[in-house]
């Protein structure tokens, strides 16, 4: 801190300079001095910019005339595809460059939402769902399950209302549908060798269709009469239609896969024989059994696990509740399904408990709307104490108010305070949480299991203990979405590829990234048009929908899905799609944009630029989501008239770099640089 | 004999009224007998296109009307809003905008000591000045890609982060530029011909400065000790070590000289800000696009390199303000210039209102 | 200029003058261009960097252009920043007062159209073309002090098409059309307009 | 006639030296003031932009000859030239070498401080002829500081008249000895300040103040006319460099023959050089201090200095 | 100062206008009936507002609303006045003999608004030229020579 001390100290009064002395003497000694000063400066280099010696490099910030890099209909989106094992680099190479869409990175398994919504406004339905197929193996599926991050981090949430990605899914599916037998031939068996993968859920599936693809033989064993794992038994058919599950399914099958239901493997066919007869085995069996709490009563007749009382509910469609009063304990999304359940399969009246408070529950806000819509009650910060019996049949049961679930530090601590209420119940169903059971599959081989019964496997790589064998999905991961299973799917995969192929397993593997995108408020919709409204998913009605089983979503229409796709604002693509947005957000109305939406021949028809009123504020490319309308690196130019500066869609796409618009003759002044501008 | 008075029109583009100003005056030979500062030749409504543009497109506007500090309105604009919306800022965004708006400072007061050696006819001084104000031009330039209307500042927070190798730029300026005034501050303040052409002239005293709200330099050099970085503090200015430097005969050279001092203080400032700053966020999270505050009004001032300078934003819940008026600083600064330049040459006149350091941009708004 | 009008016709009349007449056209636009002596019309944020342009960092002195403060002296106006209805009269006064030849660059988007004023403003000029003939028009809010140099360097080339004979006066060589009349208004009324003048290229 | 010939001819030769001194002369001010100022002044034509002024000048020469409508026209029109010649003609005196003047007068120095002197008629004439506020309180401005530093700048000459016994300039140049630089320091001093002043020559540059009077007396002259005007400041600069080189500091001193001609135009160089320096270097002083200076500082010095001169005189 | 405090010592000077102080965003605001407007300014200088910070004007449809923000050096506080005047007879007293800032302040609200302060030593238009017909800051300030911006956010 020397320099500190040197500094200068500020005078009491600026009135006097320190040892001033008047008179003409000193007069003409500070004359003097003014001389020495001005010689002094004269003998330094003057501090004039010589060009282009040294101003060539500016700030990567420059705001100089706006330009595009690319419209919609001269310019192609960038669709991401590629084989598993090189799909992540591509992730991770737009992510660098700060070019990876919001959606697509905030997605486990990086489905392509933006590509998807580009062909479905295009009109090309089948290639979309094809195209997220190749990421998300069960469109149609997760079209109506998934939990849809996509949406949360989706851009539009900025500016008005995200895109229904998860919608577009299912619609996707519903066009391929149509003609899906025309679409499926297996895949060419190319490698020669096998993998057999043990059970059928969707991080089974994913691995298996990626190892398809990479022509590998691939058989599946699943322990239900049907597949589709935790899809099959554990999601409510209300959400998900089974036939939809199976014909996702069957598609695969059609791709080649040998599925094997009704096996279970450890019991019908041992898993050492297995991994003799294969050259990898994958483990994707899940968590099978419901976790109960070490509390008295757990024991009592009327306590059931979630997972039990879903699959009988699924699949008898009865659960033993009708007419009873059902507690469920949890607030994850599984209890919400199964108080959704309960009702549906005729109890009385559903409670919901859980330890977090309203705000803090761990289910998806829509689901819990849904179910309160439907007539669920939810009893917040609450944990549970006793189970009340009476003569071994459940009454109800007591609980404790909890004042905090988390501690500082965000671990799972909660803090009970003193206050107990009983709950009256005839069951009591626990949803907190799901454990593997693999004991009987994993006897007679090497693999470790820990402490705690689970399979040691490595979160990265999916490695077990024993070589050639690999696992995925929740059994890794724990209880989690069906997306990021499909994500542990093609992770697995690409190891196991990767093992085949006598390759090391992580080498030059890229960690797939997972962004943080902002979080933005509910953004202020008075006043905007109606095309920029999000499309609203038809919902069948509360009162009719509790009853039975049929679906609650009911789909967009096609008119719907294409105006949806529309909104798309093709994020980080450089390719302008004319959401209008600069032209909004310009304090100077300087833009001019308009588009045609005909799909097919969507193409940006007008981009005006009046530079005449720009102000080189920036808050036009700032915002712009698609990073196509961009600063150059460019001197505010110079016209000899004013008509010239009006800049239409030809000219913003003139090339950024080693042109100067100016006099548009393409001469720059001698002397003076062509700025230069660090150009992804 | 008899004499008559001699009534000159000075402006409204003349080399030293330091921008768009017209002054009528009447000469006694060469003493002001009277004289009439005529404003408003750069008024261009900004307070009306305010309540036709959105929250966010009304800080470009900012930009525009001290164009010599663009970044003080930014912020005081800014601090209007997110009083109005109850936007908490980020930490780090207060501790970057203090930076700036004290680099904004220095580059300022660079332009009016400058414009006060070029009326002396000191041409070489407002160089030496204007090159210091080049340096922190870059360092703004470096920070977001423009070298006058920075629109940097946002409701929220700041545009952008601190570029990389910025803050070791920016210690290198501050490094070099104490005695850099130095030099000025005997090159120009020193002069025996300076001191007769800046001692004893047009001398505001303390209790007029305040009557005529009079602040910022203007006010100081009067020997008024207010300013509202110590005075009313605001962002996270208590947590800096600093003196606010004071005249004591309220003439020309004490305005002049205080601007100074205080390019000096900035440094301090910046000094400890840079070593406190800390990573975080730059932007409130989860802004929308467009603000819309619950109706209601807010006035917020801070200290600017004329004075205090404040916003008052009225909004009526739409996304729009519904008025915003701009209390300048340089607007009360020059209300004063008629009763402090009676009796002094008509070359001391030109001196007096360069050391008022108007910004013509903000008088007229 | 009386004396060059009565010198330009009489060369003009004169066999052979025309090669005079070209050589001293030459001549003169050489040196005109090159010695661009600029009237500073600074009024608002453009003005800023109109001072720079001419200080230690830029320089504008290398080029032979230098600021004068009296019109009088001066060949180039240059309308840095804002132009409102009450500060028209002074800059149209300031334009008559400057010497034949002369001519105007609009700093920035204020002077060129109003720019950020352009809407909802009700005492700026949207242009000061609508009292000026200007010869280059440069874009930004404000110009960088380059550009500037560049709009310079864009005005020699529009002398250099100039001749003391009005008659020998070539239009400007440009790859783009160069529309017939300065426009005012905004771009959705006159993209038509524009286009139509397209058609008519002067060069 | 040989004589009104020959006249004519060193007339000619005087206004060619006079207009190719100051085109150079505004090229160097113009490279002095940008190194002083951190920039490098003209660049691009010729060597060091040494050929700028072949740009200025024809520039000005067919720029339009702007005549207001309220002023005076045949004084406006005629103000220039009278304001060019007094400084064309006092070259005429100027000892270029040992015993060689133009116009080799036995009243040289008179001639010399005398005729210059009429500009100021004609630039209060140019000044009230434009009919300009700024105008005219430029023009009474320059009068009033050049009539009063006529003073100081004759009494500053007298120690030099008085040790050389003669008003010949040649003969000045003859009686040179190097002991008179210490003793007539201050009168040098003394005159190099007063015909700054008379000059109109920052600091002393109130009649054309740029930022007070815009620019003074020629403020509505245009084109040539005001390139005259330019072409009188910077003539009475060489002029007053060189008479100063030439008495002062002893003309070719220490050469003889075409050496002393370039050692004269060396040193006149380097007073040039100087008195630009000063107008980058020091602030404007005001029309009152200026006078107060006059009167106060540098009349009793230049006194005193003729006193001490006088005193020296019987001892040498 | 507090606002508290402030509060309190404005309602033992006022005890008929203590419902009429509001704290809102952090500032103190009282508002004032238009024909004590004057005097109620005065007593507050005499408290120890020594700044008059600002004069300006909302137009409030009906009403101009008068704002007056003042600032004190001793109290270390900074509180508005507001009143509200008439839009068919937009008069009020001028603050001019109380703080002189007052004067190109009340000018430029005059000018802007044509709120008249009456009593001000020198009441022209100052921002605007003297021939200008209107006060462009009133909402329904007409002028065809304005081009409206594009209605969309």
């Known amino acids: 801190m020397a320099v500190r001390d040197e500094r200068p100290k500020t005078p009491e009064t600026v009135s006097e300079l320190p040892g001033e002395k008047q008179g003409l003497i000193a007069g003409a000694m500070s004359i003097v001095k003014g001389f020495s000063i001005t010689v002094k400066a004269a003998a330094t280099r003057p501090s004039t910019v010589k060009y282009p010696k040294e101003r060539v490099t500016i700030s990567p910030r420059w705001r100089g005339p706006l330009a595009l890099r690319g419209v919609l209909g001269r310019d192609e989106i960038p669709l991401l595809r590629g084989p598993s094992y090189a799909y992540n680099e591509l992730i991770d190479d737009l992510y660098k460059k700060d070019r990876l869409p919001p959606c697509v990175g905030n997605c486990p398994a990086n489905v392509d939402a933006r590509g998807q919504a580009y062909l479905i406004a295009d009109n090309r339905v089948v290639e979309a769902y094809e195209l997220v197929r190749d990421r998300n193996i069960l469109p149609g599926v997760l079209g109506r399950i998934c939990h849809h991050p996509c949406e949360s981090a989706c851009k539009r949430n900025f500016y008005d209302e995200p895109i229904a990605i998860r919608p577009l899914h299912r619609f996707a599916f519903e066009e391929y549908r149509k003609i899906r037998h025309e679409r499926i031939s297996p895949f060419p068996r190319t490698q020669g060798k096998s993998v057999c993968i043990v059970g059928s859920g969707p991080s089974g599936l994913a691995a298996a269709y990626d190892l398809l693809k990479l022509g590998y033989r691939v058989v599946m064993y699943e322990r239900e009469r049907k597949p589709g794992g935790a899809l099959n038994t554990g999601v409510p058919a209300y959400r998900l239609p089974r036939e939809v599950l199976y014909e996702e399914i069957d598609d695969i099958v059609g791709l080649g896969l040998e599925l094997n239901t009704g096996v279970e493997v450890g019991k019908d066919v041992p898993l050492a024989k297995l991994m003799r007869e294969h050259d990898a085995v994958l483990l994707a069996v899940g968590l099978q059994q419901s976790r109960l709490l070490p509390i008295p009563g757990t024991d009592a007749e009327g306590v059931v696990g979630a997972l039990e009382f879903l699959w009988s509910a699924n699949f008898k469609h009865e659960a033993g509740v009708r007419g009873k009063r059902v507690l469920v304990i949890g607030g994850g999304n599984v209890a919400v399904d199964v108080a959704r359940c309960a009702l549906r399969v005729g109890a009385s009246e559903v409670k919901l408990a859980c330890l977090e408070s309203e705000s803090e529950m761990p289910c998806h806000p829509w689901e819990i709307a849904e179910a309160l819509d439907e007539g669920v009650t939810a009893l917040c910060s609450l944990g549970p104490e006793e189970v009340l019996t009476k003569h071994n049949q459940v009454v109800g049961m007591r609980m404790r108010s909890c004042l905090s679930v988390f501690d500082e530090t965000g671990r799972f601590a909660p803090k009970f305070g003193e206050e107990t209420t009983d709950v009256a119940a005839d069951v009591i169903v626990f949803a907190i949480g799901q454990a593997p059971k693999i004991d009987q599959l994993v006897a007679g081989t090497e693999l470790l299991v820990s402490g705690r019964g689970q399979l040691v496997v490595d979160g990265t790589l999916f490695t077990t203990s024993v070589d050639g064998v690999f696992a995925c999905g929740e059994i890794v991961t724990g209880p989690g979405s069906a997306i990021g299973s499909i994500a542990t799917g093609h992770e697995a995969a690409t190891s196991i590829h990767r093992y085949l192929q006598g390759l090391p397993l992580d080498g030059d593997r890229v960690a797939r990234p997972v962004p943080v995108y902002p979080k933005h408020a509910p953004a202020d919709t008075r006043g905007i048009e109606s095309s920029r409204r999000r499309a609203v998913m038809p919902m069948a009605d509360p009162s009719e929908r509790a009853t039975d089983f049929r679906q609650v979503e009911l789909g967009l229409t096609r008119q719907e899905a294409m105006a949806e796709a529309m909104r798309c604002l093709r994020c980080e693509s450089e390719v302008c799609v004319g959401c209008t947005f600069c032209a909004r957000t310009c304090p100077d109305y300087a833009i001019a944009v308009e588009r045609v939406d005909e799909a097919g021949a969507r193409c940006l028809t007008r981009y005006d630029l009046d530079l005449t009123k720009c102000c080189f504020c920036g808050l036009c490319a700032e915002q712009c989501p698609t990073k196509a309308l961009h600063h150059t690196g460019q001197y505010e130019l110079s016209f000899w008239h004013r008509d010239l500066m009006v800049f239409d869609k030809g000219e913003m796409l003139r090339p950024p770099i080693g042109t100067r618009a100016t006099g548009r003759d393409g001469i720059s002044p001698p002397g003076c640089p062509v700025p230069r501008k660090e150009e992804a | ?365 | 200029m009386a004396a060059i009008d009565d010198l330009a016709k009489l060369l003009e009349e004169t066999p052979g003058g025309g090669v005079v007449l070209t050589t001293l056209d030459a001549v003169m636009n050489w040196a005109r261009g090159k010695s661009l002596w600029t009237f500073p019309m600074g009024t608002a944020c453009c003005a800023m960097e109109l001072i720079a342009a001419s200080f230690s960092r830029f320089d504008f002195d290398r080029h032979g252009t230098i600021p004068r403060p009296d019109p009088r002296h001066c060949d180039v106006m240059v309308v840095a920043g804002t132009v409102t209805r009450k500060m028209m009269p002074a800059v149209k006064r300031i334009y008559d007062q400057m010497p034949e030849p002369r001519w105007v660059i609009a700093m920035g988007n204020c002077a060129v159209s109003g720019g950020i004023f352009y809407y909802d403003s009700y005492s700026v000029v949207r242009g000061v073309d609508e009292f000026l003939p200007v010869d280059v028009y440069i874009a930004g809010c404000p110009p960088r002090p380059e550009a500037l140099q560049d709009a310079v360097l864009q005005l020699r080339k529009k002398i250099a098409a100039q001749s003391i004979s009005p008659k020998r006066t070539r239009a400007v060589q440009s790859d783009l059309a160069m529309p017939s009349d300065p426009r005012k208004g905004d771009v959705t009324a006159t993209r038509a307009d524009a286009a139509g003048d397209v058609s008519e290229v002067t060069s | 006639m040989t004589s009104f010939l020959l006249g004519a001819l060193w007339g000619v030769v005087g206004v060619v030296v006079i207009a190719g001194g100051a085109v150079i002369g505004v090229w160097w001010e113009r490279k002095v003031a940008g190194r002083i100022q951190l920039r490098y002044g003209p660049q691009q034509i010729g060597p060091a932009g040494s050929l700028q002024m072949l740009a200025d000048v024809p520039k000005l020469l067919f720029k339009e000859d702007v005549v207001p409508s309220g002023a005076d026209k045949p004084l406006f029109k005629y103000a220039p030239l009278v304001v060019f010649a007094p400084v064309a003609a006092a070259i005429a005196v100027i000892p270029f070498a040992k015993g060689w003047a133009m116009f080799d007068t036995a009243v040289g120095v008179l001639f010399f401080l005398a005729v210059p002197s009429i500009e100021v008629v004609a630039i209060l004439v140019a000044a009230w002829a434009q009919r300009n506020t700024y105008s005219a309180l430029g023009g009474l401005r320059a009068a009033s500081q050049m009539i009063a530093y006529e003073v100081p700048r004759a009494l500053s000459v007298a120690p030099l008249v008085l040790l050389a016994g003669s008003l010949r300039p040649t003969d000045l140049v003859a009686a040179w000895r190097w002991w008179w630089v210490p003793l007539l320091a201050l009168a040098f001093l003394i005159y190099l300040i007063s015909s700054i002043a008379e000059m109109n020559r920052g600091p002393f540059d109130l009649p054309e103040a740029e930022s007070e009077l815009v620019a003074g007396y020629f403020a509505d002259y245009s084109g040539m006319r005001w390139a005259i005007f330019m072409m009188a400041e910077y003539g009475a600069i060489i002029t007053t460099s060189l008479f100063a080189a030439a008495t002062f500091l002893g003309a070719g001193w220490p050469f003889d023959g075409a050496l002393g001609v370039v050692a004269l135009i060396v040193k006149a160089a380097a007073l040039v050089t100087l008195v630009m320096w000063t107008k980058w270097t020091l602030p404007r002083i005001r029309q009152d201090q200026l006078l107060r200076f006059c009167w106060t500082v540098l009349v009793p010095a230049a006194l005193v200095q003729l006193a001490i001169v006088g005193v020296v005189l019987p001892w040498l | 100062m507090r606002i508290e405090e402030l509060r309190e010592r404005v309602c033992a000077m006022y005890p008929d206008l203590c419902p009429l102080f509001s704290i809102e965003f952090g500032d103190g605001t009282i508002a004032v009936p238009l024909e004590r407007i004057h005097s109620a300014l005065a007593d507050l200088k005499d408290m120890g507002f020594d700044r008059l910070g600002m004069v300006t004007a909302v137009d409030r449809g009906e009403d101009f609303e008068l704002v007056y923000r003042l600032q004190s050096r001793t109290l270390r506080a900074g509180m508005f006045v507001k009143t509200m005047v008439p839009r068919s007879d937009p008069k009020i007293p001028s603050v001019c003999d109380l703080w002189p800032a007052a004067n190109w302040q009340e000018r430029e609200v005059y000018d802007l608004f044509g709120v008249v302060f009456e009593g001000h030593p020198d009441l022209r238009r100052i921002l605007l030229p003297d021939d200008w017909v209107g006060h462009p800051l009133r909402k329904d300030y007409q002028d065809e020579r304005i081009i409206r911006r594009p209605d969309y956010i």
């Open chain 2, 1 to 365: 004999m008899a004499t008559e008075e001699l009534t000159l029109n000075i402006g409204p583009s003349h080399p030293s009224t330091h921008g768009v100003c017209r002054l009528v005056v009447r000469l006694d030979g060469e003493i002001v007998t009277h004289v009439e500062p005529v404003i408003g030749h750069l008024h261009r409504g900004i307070e009306k296109i305010a309540e036709n543009r959105t929250y966010l497109q009304v800080v470009p506007l900012t930009d525009r009307l001290d164009y010599v500090g663009s970044m003080y309105a930014n912020w005081a604009y800014c601090r209007a809003v997110e009083r109005l919306a109850g936007i908490r800022v980020p930490e780090r965004a207060e501790y970057i905008r203090v930076i700036v708006c004290e680099l904004q400072r220095i580059a300022s007061h660079m332009m009016g000591i400058g414009s006060s050696a070029a009326d002396t006819g000191a041409t070489s001084a407002f160089l030496y000045a204007f090159d210091q104000r080049e340096k922190v031009i870059d360092l703004f330039e470096a920070l977001c890609g423009a070298r006058l209307t920075y629109n940097y500042v946002r409701p929220g927070g700041v545009a952008f982060e601190l570029p990389d190798g910025w803050i070791e730029q920016c210690r290198a300026f501050i490094e070099q530029h104490p005695s850099a005034m130095l030099t000025i501050d005997e090159f120009f303040f020193g002069n025996a011909i300076a001191r007769v052409r800046l001692k004893g002239i047009g001398v505001l005293d303390a209790d007029t400065a305040v009557a005529w709200g009079v602040s910022g330099p203007a006010a100081r050099g009067s020997g008024v000790d207010w300013d509202l970085r110590r005075d009313d503090p605001y962002s996270v200015y208590p947590r800096f070590d600093f003196d606010v430097p004071l005249g004591s005969n309220g003439d020309c050279f004490d305005r002049a000289r205080i601007r100074l001092w205080e390019c000096i203080e900035s440094c301090r400032i910046i000094e400890q800000a840079l070593d406190q700053i800390e990573p975080g966020p730059i932007m409130a999270e989860g802004l929308p696009r467009l603000l819309a505050p619950r109706p209601g009004d807010a006035y917020d001032h801070i200290e600017s390199a004329r004075g205090s300078l404040g916003v008052y934003v009225v909004s009526d819940g739409s996304p729009r303000p519904y008025r915003m008026k701009v209390r300048s600083p340089a607007f009360c600064n020059l209300a004063v210039l008629p009763e402090i330049a009676v009796g002094y040459t008509l070359s001391d006149l030109l001196v007096i209102l360069g050391s008022l350091d108007p910004v013509f941009g903000e008088v007229d708004r």
